[in-house]
């Protein structure tokens, strides 16, 4: 089954104690992106990535790093998490946002619920 | 500027009534995409529709319909007979392509609107 997975579902941690997010997915999809979701304010963009080690800030990037080593994984770091970034992260790909495929829709994982005490 | 407005922050019904989400975008950009998502109570994002901005024909799939209309900037989204399993959030979202700043395939969320359908 296509589909993007997100692990953890929920996850409560504690300030300054590095975490991972980990996105996977089996399209073979070039584009991948980390949006976080926070009442009052909707999906903001946190990073993206056109495709093997490209990636770029989005409109929220402060406080998180990503890689892409491999293209089915994008995972999203918090090197010292703090109570701010205690939302709802929601990792998506896309076929690719170039070519004959742009903007193909963008897929999302099913969401990771964070807490940050 | 790049934004997407839905007015409505909840709307509730009654199974079987039809209702309209409303969706207003702005952009300076002449090619662009057009989203719905639906977040049910499970909390996943489900792609429901694209559209591009050359596109302005109408659609309809089962009880859904969308109606695009660039002189209007709107592309709201109606259920017709609602029915229960429709309660949910509804995103509409903008994806722009500026040729200044590049494509980053970056979605502009609404703020959302709540549709609770009551049996």
């Known amino acids: 089954e296509a589909q993007v997975t997100q692990n953890p579902r929920y996850l409560i941690t504690v300030t300054g104690k590095k975490l991972t997010v980990t996105c996977s997915q089996n399209m073979n999809h070039e584009y991948m992106s980390w949006y976080r979701q926070d009442p009052g304010l909707g999906l903001r963009q946190i990073y993206y990535s056109m495709n093997v080690e490209v990636t770029d800030k989005g409109d929220v990037p402060e406080g998180y790093k990503v890689s892409r080593k491999e293209k089915r994984n994008f995972p999203l770091i918090l090197e010292s998490p703090s109570p701010n970034q205690t939302s709802l992260y929601f990792c998506?790909?896309?076929?690719?946002?170039?070519?004959?495929?742009?903007?193909?829709?963008?897929?999302f994982g099913n969401g990771t619920r964070l807490t940050v005490t | 500027a790049q934004k997407v407005t839905q007015a409505q922050t909840e709307i509730s019904v009654v199974e079987k009534e039809d209702v309209t989400l409303d969706c207003v975008y702005e952009t300076r950009d002449t090619t662009y995409y057009l989203f719905w998502y639906k977040q049910p109570p499970s909390g996943e994002l489900v792609f429901l529709i694209r559209r591009n901005s050359f596109d302005e024909q109408n659609e309809i799939s089962g009880r859904y319909s969308w109606n695009f209309q660039k002189s209007t900037s709107s592309f709201n989204f109606t259920i017709t007979a609602s029915q229960v399993v429709d309660s949910a959030v509804y995103f509409c979202?903008?994806?722009?392509?500026?040729?200044?700043?590049?494509?980053?395939?970056?979605?502009?969320f609404g703020q959302g609107t709540t549709l609770q359908v009551k049996p």
């Open positions: 998506a790909s896309s076929l690719s946002v170039r070519g004959h495929s742009y903007n193909s829709p963008l897929h």
């Open positions: 979202a903008l994806s722009p392509n500026s040729v200044g700043s590049g494509n980053t395939g970056k979605l502009i």
